[in-house]
C-alpha cells in the first residue's frame, strides 16, 4: 500500500498504511474517543471503516489525513510519522494551511525570502491584526 502526500512533502511515500492507523489509533486513545465517536466525526457510518483504517486494511486519502488530524487534534506531521509533536495549536495551523491554497502559496513566497523582508512581513501582519482587534 502506498500514499503520496503532495501538497504537504512533495515526494514523501509513505509504504506502511498500518503505521498511520497506528498513530490514528494511538491519538484516539489518547483522547479517550472511541471508534464510533471518531467515525462520528469523520462522517462514517460505523465504527468499522475506523477498525480498518487503525488496522492498516484501508488507505487513507490525503483529504482523509487532513479530516483525521483536524478530528484528533493533531497535525499531520505526526499522523504521518514525520513527527512526534502533538501540539494543538500546531495541527490547527497546519490543517488550516493545507485547507487555504491561497495561505500555502503565501508561506511558500514567505519562505524564499532574506529574514529582514519576512521580519517586514510579519511586523506588518501584527499591524493589520492589532487594527483588526480595535
Known sequence: MLLRINNYKKGVEIKNMAAIGQR??????ELGMT???LAHKMGYASKTTINKIENG????????????SKALETSVAYLMGWDDNLNK??????????????????MKKI????????????????????????
Not at 490514528?24 to 486513545?29: A, F, S
Not at 495549536?89 to 503565501?106: F, G, K, P, R
Not at 532574506?114 to 499591524?127: A, C, L, P
Open 24 to 29: 490514528i489509533k494511538q491519538r484516539r486513545i
Open 35 to 37: 471508534q464510533e465517536e
Open 57 to 68: 486494511i484501508n488507505d487513507v486519502t490525503q483529504s482523509k489525513i487532513i479530516a483525521f
Open 89 to 106: 495549536d500546531a495541527a490547527i495551523l497546519t490543517v488550516d494551511l493545507l485547507s487555504d491554497q491561497d495561505a500555502m502559496n503565501a
Open 111 to 134: 519562505l524564499e525570502l532574506s529574514k529582514e523582508d519576512k521580519k517586514t512581513i510579519y511586523d506588518m501582519i501584527d499591524f493589520l491584526y492589532q487594527k483588526e482587534e480595535s
